[in-house]
């Protein structure tokens, strides 16, 4: 109804999340790696319900989201239910850091949903709680979002020891014949190939060492238009006075639909926020 048509990646991965396939995506920042995966879960969902998927309600979790940025949450959430709205598919999605209340987490924990945004640290403490296995006992997709900002760190080993138990949780529930999936996306990740490998370890002790690489051959045209003070020699070599560039930002800001800042500490981020 909206005219879309889908990229290239995009189809190749729902036909490989539909057919049972883990792998890593990798394409250009603003190009849909999103619905690449996410979309990819509900045509899974829908093929395996066809006369029930916009009527059944409460699966438990489906599609597990683990992200670093605990800032896009909230972004990635929204655009999540607008799908599911359009397709009159009754799944809920739900967040889960270090922000939520307590009376979310009690809702979740009485009811999970079928989609969870979750940080690393999150998903740990998640897995911490009594009788966590039922929690994960329908979940099918794990997708690890930015694995380029946690692969070589603490919170990429928090994530592949979490994968590590979650697949163990879907070798006592799931059905025969079916394995839990997980999925990778990045838009920078210098060796794909070593990437990849990391975070499908987890599968291989299952005979699931076997994984898909999904390329976007999409040319995006990146223009670099730099902001500078107008005098260099004044302007002090501490990052955390950069709030004097703002008088140049604003103008920017109001000249563009979305604009996004990146910011190095809570503090100043509040500072440019006001």
Known sequence: SKQWQPFAFQSEAWEAIASGESGIVN????????FSVFLG????????????????????????????LRALAKDIARAMEEA???LSIPWKVAIRNGDTDVQERQRQKR????VLVITPE??????AQKDCSTTFKQ?????????HELIGGKRGVLVELAISRLVSFARQHL???THLQVWGISATIGNLQTAGDVLMAPLQPYGKCNWRLIKANIDKQIAVIPVIPDEIETYPWAGHLGIQLAHKVVPIIEASSTTLLFI???GMSENWYQ
């Open 122 to 127: 999150s998903l740990h403490l998640l897995l």
């Open 84 to 86: 599911l709205a359009a």
């Open 111 to 114: 009811n999970m949903p079928e």
């Open 139 to 147: 979940l099918r997709i794990v997708a690890v979002d930015e694995w």
């Open 175 to 177: 059905p025969q014949g």
């Open 27 to 34: 394409a250009p920042t603003g190009c849909g790696k999103t």
């Open 264 to 266: 190095n500490t809570r």
């Open 41 to 68: 879960a509900v045509i899974q969902y829908i093929n395996e319900h066809p006369q029930r998927y916009q009527h059944q309600k409460n699966n438990g979790l489906q599609l597990l989201w683990v992200t670093p």
